[in-house]
């Protein structure tokens, strides 16, 4: 029996949309402008991530940005919850359910190949309710169809376990006279290709006549949560609970695989492949990794941590989703969204979290597309960008012994990305982040643990070292790191930032000891367009995103540092050091030869041509640079109040302690001057900082 069932459409709808749609009378079209219409929300803002293992530097800034949301559809005044999606040729369809016992549910269809709005068609029946969604194509006609699994009322009124298979038009919209075929189980729990599972009293079942809606029962299981089918075996995979177990090689080669996870009540929990790999998502059991091959698990991920909000039970991964590329998105319920990699031997490392505010229950990936179900938030529609695609990690990278004209590297690799690692090794620079077009050492081949001696080095110069690895998705760096090599007596001129591991030049200039070189300690990273003079605000010049990961791999971070407004730089220095009071950069000014009587005036003071010994003897525009590199202040530019950059290459800015109400005392070299600047400034500006000794 078909179930009730109600049609709506939102946006630009065309005739074609509704050919060959309305087949029985028992539906009902409603035109535009109704409850999908309202449903439907444009966005377009970013989203909060957060990296957990980071690695992975020679690729964009990562963003994702929630493009749309789609409010779950009313029933009876009555929300329901979406539980499934499926993308396929620029079509995504959604499953919905309720979560108590009443059955309710429906499905949308959500055309994304159009330009502008997205094009919605929204059906929802008091007598139906959905579990899981597929869209296939039929091997005899090649005609595609739509299959729901869940749970449909009989004449009687009792739920039946069934799957409902719609035809689609030549607009790609379901034809409402569904193929029904009752199933064994209290529900049918989730359908991938022709495989379809069902819970309680349930089995595994195989579709074997599209057209027919007929149906063959090939293993009884109880608690079957999820199914997906390997296309290279071309044999399916279910998922079991009470406790958590794979069972592979369906339908007639069958082997039971211990997972464990999945004791909790009705927890909704998802199995995918890739490779002939199983990533399960065990509710508390976290994500496991299994060879479908040996049998053997060979990765884990433990189930989010609870943050104290709500209840510890919604803290489970409920479902995931996997790439072309390996990437692996997890549906972590109350914890968000969570992305790892699944390496070429079945390992899976943690990439980082998004934070949608909501609870994810499933997650589907697409090309640079996610589609996360947010349970009564309904449905997220996230644009990726940036992320790693296919390429290895590291763990970490440390410096050995520092000799003057060598320096021993340790590395270690904790995933290849997917693909086999085909060559890795250390490259290094004076000058900027090296690639593997600068001074490189080659070490091999795979993961795991590596070092190298890096040879013919300058003494008392700093240098900055990655690790690469190269697989056939192409080249990936470790995080930076830097250090400066002994001078001719063998000693380390350096000072080691203990909290981010920063490693600076230093000299001892009269009585002080100071930096030579700009402060680079970037706890957060803020837009030039936002700032404070009395909350800490820190930036990178020209860099306008807030991912501070990404923002340490940039150029101008690696040559100025790190652009600091007052708030911020008058805690910025690191332990046993401090910004400098404005006596203190009068006593170095006197010291390289400023006439005591101009050190106290404001604005420029030229004796001594004091800037010019300050300066760095490149870098500066026209006949800007210095004359020596004992203080080697570089042109790093500024952050202008009004929230823009400028002035980098004639211009470095440097804040002092001293201050008067929300003004800083600061000094300035020009590049068309030898002197030095000094004079108040607003202290939402953004300058350099240069730290001297305690």
Same mark, same amino acid.
């Given at each position: 029996?078909?179930?009730a069932?109600?049609?709506?459409f939102?946006?630009?709808?065309?005739?074609?949309?509704f050919?060959?749609?309305q087949?029985?009378?028992?539906?009902?079209?409603?035109?535009?402008?109704?409850?999908? =219409?309202q449903?439907?929300?444009?966005?377009?803002?970013? +989203?909060n991530?957060?990296?957990?293992?980071?690695?992975?530097?020679?690729t964009?800034?990562?963003?994702?940005?929630?493009?749309?949301?789609?409010?779950?559809p009313?029933?009876?005044?009555?929300?329901?919850?979406?539980?499934?999606m499926?993308f396929?040729?620029?079509? +995504?369809f959604i499953?919905?359910?309720?979560?108590?016992?009443?059955?309710a549910?429906?499905f949308?269809?959500?055309?994304?190949n159009?330009?502008?709005?997205?094009?919605?068609?929204?059906?929802?029946s008091?007598r139906?309710?959905?579990?899981?969604?597929? +869209?296939?194509?039929d091997?005899?006609?090649? !005609? %595609?169809k739509?299959?729901?699994?869940?749970?449909?009322?009989g004449s009687d009124?009792d739920?039946?376990?069934?799957?409902?298979?719609?035809? +689609?038009n030549?607009?790609?919209?379901?034809?409402?006279?569904?193929?029904?075929?009752?199933l064994?189980?209290?529900?049918?729990?989730?359908?991938?290709?022709n495989?379809?599972?069902? =819970?309680?009293?349930g089995?595994?079942?195989?579709?074997? !006549?599209?057209?027919?809606g007929r149906?063959r029962?090939?293993?009884n299981?109880?608690?079957a949560?999820?199914v997906?089918y390997?296309?290279?075996?071309?044999t399916?995979?279910?998922l079991?609970?009470?406790?958590g177990?794979?069972?592979?090689?369906?339908?007639?080669?069958?082997?039971?695989i211990?997972?464990?996870?999945?004791t909790l009540?009705?927890?909704?929990?998802i199995?995918?492949i890739?490779?002939?790999?199983?990533?399960?998502?065990?509710?508390?059991?976290?994500?496991?990794?299994?060879?479908?091959?040996?049998?053997?698990?060979?990765?884990?991920?433990?189930r989010?941590?609870?943050?104290?909000?709500?209840?510890?039970?919604?803290?489970?991964?409920?479902?995931?989703?996997?790439?072309?590329?390996?990437?692996?998105?997890?549906?972590?319920?109350a914890?968000?969204?969570?992305?790892?990699?699944?390496?070429?031997d079945?390992?899976?490392?943690?990439?980082?979290?998004?934070?949608?505010?909501?609870?994810v229950?499933?997650v589907?990936?697409?090309g640079?597309?996610?589609?996360?179900?947010?349970?009564?938030?309904?449905?997220?529609?996230?644009?990726?960008?940036?992320?790693?695609?296919g390429?290895?990690?590291?763990?970490?990278i440390?410096?050995?012994?520092?000799?003057?004209?060598?320096?021993e590297?340790?590395?270690?690799?904790?995933?290849?990305? =997917?693909?086999?690692?085909?060559?890795?090794?250390?490259?290094?620079?004076?000058?900027?982040?090296?690639?593997?077009?600068?001074?490189?050492?080659v070490?091999?081949?795979?993961?795991?643990?590596?070092?190298g001696t890096?040879?013919?080095?300058?003494?008392?110069t700093?240098?900055?070292?990655?690790?690469?690895?190269?697989?056939?998705?192409?080249?990936?760096?470790?995080?930076?790191?830097?250090?400066?090599?002994?001078?001719?007596?063998?000693?380390l001129?350096?000072?080691? !930032?203990?909290? !981010?591991?920063?490693i600076?030049k230093?000299?001892?200039?009269?009585s002080?000891?100071?930096?030579?070189?700009?402060?680079?300690?970037?706890?957060q990273?803020?837009?030039? %367009?936002?700032?404070s003079?009395?909350?800490? %605000?820190?930036?990178v010049?020209?860099?306008?995103?807030?991912?501070?990961?990404?923002?340490?791999?940039?150029?101008?971070?690696?040559?100025?540092?790190?652009?600091?407004?007052?708030?911020?730089?008058?805690e910025?220095?690191?332990?046993?050091?401090?910004?400098?009071?404005?006596?203190e950069?009068?006593?170095?000014?006197?010291?390289?030869?400023?006439?005591?009587s101009d050190?106290?005036?404001?604005?420029?003071?030229?004796?001594?041509?004091?800037?010019?010994?300050?300066?760095?003897?490149?870098?500066?525009?026209?006949?800007?640079?210095g004359?020596?590199?004992?203080?080697?202040?570089?042109?790093?530019?500024?952050?202008?109040?009004?929230?823009?950059f400028e002035d980098?290459?004639?211009?470095?800015?440097?804040?002092?302690?001293?201050?008067?109400?929300?003004?800083?005392?600061?000094?300035?070299?020009?590049?068309?001057?030898?002197?030095?600047?000094?004079?108040y400034w607003y202290? %939402?500006?953004?300058?350099?900082?240069?730290c001297?000794?305690?």
């Amino acid at each position: 029996m078909a179930a009730a069932m109600v049609l709506l459409f939102a946006g630009c709808s065309k005739d074609p949309w509704f050919n060959d749609v309305q087949t029985d009378p028992q539906f009902q079209i409603l035109e535009p402008g109704s409850q999908s =219409g309202q449903r439907f929300h444009p966005e377009n803002r970013e +989203l909060n991530y957060t990296r957990i293992k980071s690695g992975q530097m020679n690729t964009g800034e990562v963003m994702f940005t929630l493009r749309y949301t789609l409010e779950g559809p009313m029933i009876d005044n009555s929300p329901v919850q979406a539980s499934h999606m499926t993308f396929r040729q620029g079509n +995504l369809f959604i499953a919905y359910n309720t979560a108590g016992e009443v059955v309710a549910g429906g499905f949308d269809r959500i055309n994304l190949n159009t330009t502008g709005m997205p094009e919605v068609l929204s059906v929802v029946s008091s007598r139906s309710e959905y579990s899981s969604v597929e +869209l296939v194509t039929d091997p005899s006609s090649g !005609d %595609s169809k739509l299959i729901l699994a869940g749970v449909g009322l009989g004449s009687d009124n009792d739920p039946k376990s069934q799957i409902q298979i719609f035809d +689609l038009n030549d607009a790609g919209v379901p034809v409402l006279a569904p193929r029904i075929s009752l199933l064994n189980g209290y529900v049918a729990t989730d359908v991938n290709a022709n495989g379809v599972v069902t =819970g309680t009293s349930g089995g595994f079942y195989e579709i074997t !006549d599209l057209d027919q809606g007929r149906v063959r029962l090939n293993a009884n299981f109880d608690d079957a949560r999820s199914v997906a089918y390997d296309q290279t075996t071309g044999t399916y995979v279910a998922l079991l609970g009470n406790p958590g177990r794979l069972v592979t090689g369906l339908p007639g080669n069958s082997r039971v695989i211990q997972v464990g996870g999945l004791t909790l009540g009705e927890t909704k929990a998802i199995v995918r492949i890739h490779n002939g790999f199983a990533i399960a998502a065990l509710g508390e059991g976290g994500i496991v990794v299994v060879d479908l091959e040996s049998g053997n698990i060979t990765g884990t991920l433990s189930r989010p941590a609870f943050n104290g909000n709500g209840n510890p039970d919604d803290y489970v991964s409920n479902g995931v989703s996997v790439d072309g590329t390996g990437r692996v998105f997890i549906a972590n319920g109350a914890a968000g969204l969570f992305v790892a990699q699944l390496g070429s031997d079945g390992s899976i490392e943690l990439l980082g979290s998004v934070n949608l505010d909501a609870s994810v229950n499933f997650v589907e990936a697409s090309g640079k597309y996610l589609y996360a179900a947010c349970g009564a938030k309904g449905i997220a529609i996230i644009e990726i960008a940036g992320l790693p695609e296919g390429l290895a990690g590291f763990s970490t990278i440390r410096m050995g012994n520092i000799a003057e004209n060598s320096a021993e590297v340790y590395a270690d690799i904790r995933h290849d990305g =997917g693909q086999p690692i085909i060559s890795r090794g250390i490259c290094w620079s004076s000058s900027d982040l090296p690639t593997i077009s600068d001074s490189k050492l080659v070490s091999g081949s795979g993961t795991g643990s590596f070092s190298g001696t890096i040879s013919q080095l300058s003494p008392n110069t700093k240098y900055f070292v990655r690790a690469y690895a190269t697989n056939s998705n192409g080249t990936s760096y470790s995080e930076p790191i830097t250090f400066i090599s002994r001078d001719e007596n063998g000693q380390l001129n350096s000072f080691t !930032d203990p909290r !981010d591991g920063h490693i600076y030049k230093v000299a001892t200039i009269g009585s002080q000891t100071w930096m030579t070189e700009n402060l680079a300690y970037l706890p957060q990273v803020d837009r030039a %367009s936002t700032g404070s003079a009395s909350k800490p %605000s820190y930036y990178v010049y020209d860099y306008t995103g807030k991912d501070a990961d990404y923002a340490r791999t940039l150029s101008n971070y690696s040559k100025y540092g790190v652009l600091y407004n007052l708030p911020a730089a008058q805690e910025a220095c690191p332990p046993g050091w401090h910004l400098p009071t404005d006596e203190e950069w009068k006593e170095l000014e006197k010291y390289l030869g400023m006439d005591p009587s101009d050190a106290d005036l404001d604005r420029f003071r030229n004796t001594g041509s004091v800037g010019k010994s300050m300066k760095s003897v490149t870098g500066w525009t026209g006949n800007g640079n210095g004359i020596g590199d004992l203080f080697n202040a570089m042109p790093g530019g500024f952050r202008n109040k009004g929230g823009t950059f400028e002035d980098i290459g004639v211009f470095t800015g440097f804040w002092s302690a001293s201050s008067k109400d929300l003004y800083g005392i600061y000094r300035a070299l020009f590049d068309f001057s030898d002197g030095v600047f000094r004079d108040y400034w607003y202290g %939402s500006g953004g300058f350099s900082v240069r730290c001297v000794k305690d």
